[in-house]
């Protein structure tokens, strides 16, 4: 199995073990997520140690091991990406399964099991045209400053939405155009996203267009900007006065 169809199949079962753990009527709340992240959790670790032992590995949902700071290929994953829609039975949350070589986040797949689609970096579709008014995917809670002041400035529409992973999605599905975000993230909600944007190819970079790095000692990552190239100088030059 090529490590796209690996990706691809891990988020695919991944998803669909996290809808049944949701449907079982066993747990509500915060046991709902909490159940359905350590569930799918548990599947995607022990697969990806089956299947690629010789790799290094970083889950949300896990104890981070420090042996794979010295490994060229990483896997980055995060079970439940909107553990909040995911328990409000949602469409927009999202399973991550990406991979970082070098640090360059290099292949990914991301199920959005509410859709009941895996998008992936290896096999990229037509990203569908922008229309007149740009749409830029915000958090449904708490829209970053710098989303917001950049979507005034250029006369965008504000889309509230779920997960990271749905977000960025959205773009390629042609349901927005821009995903800003400064709010701080870890490596795990943007991997795969980013490698998947990348493979389709738009742009994926920092908020001040310095390239995204994984695999880092240190798993935070401030911000992210997702969108199609032609309107990357653009938003980069927007977000400027909020830096």
């Known amino acids: 199995m090529s490590d796209g169809d690996l990706a691809a199949h891990l988020a695919d079962v991944a998803g669909k073990i996290l809808i049944e753990v949701r449907e079982s009527g066993m747990f509500e709340g915060k046991s709902l997520g909490k159940a359905g992240d350590q569930t799918a959790n548990q599947f995607l670790v022990h697969a990806l140690r089956q299947q690629r032992a010789e790799d290094g590995l970083l889950s949300e949902e896990e104890k981070d091991n420090a042996e794979r700071l010295a490994k060229e290929r990483v896997w980055i994953v995060d079970p439940v990406d909107g553990t909040r829609e995911y328990g409000e039975a949602r469409a927009d949350w999202a399973v991550h399964v990406g991979m970082a070589v070098n640090g360059v986040p290099t292949l990914g797949a991301v199920a959005l099991p509410g859709a009941g689609l895996v998008l992936r970096s290896d096999q990229p579709g037509e990203v569908p045209p922008a229309p007149e008014t740009l749409r830029m995917v915000v958090s449904r809670t708490r829209p970053a400053k710098e989303a917001t002041g950049v979507c005034e400035a250029i006369g965008g529409e504000l889309v509230p939405m779920g997960s990271a ?54 798993v935070y990552m401030p911000d992210l900007l997702i969108c199609r190239k032609e309107h990357a100088e653009m938003v980069l030059e927007k ?3 909020f830096l």
């Open 239 to 241: 977000v400027k006065p």
């Open 165 to 218: 992973g749905a977000k960025a999605m959205a773009i390629l599905r042609g349901e927005a155009d821009i995903y800003l975000h400064s709010g701080g993230q870890y490596e795990w909600d943007s991997c795969a996203p980013a490698a998947v944007a990348l493979g389709w190819g738009l742009h994926a970079s920092r908020i001040d267009g310095s390239p995204l790095v994984y695999n880092q000692q240190d």
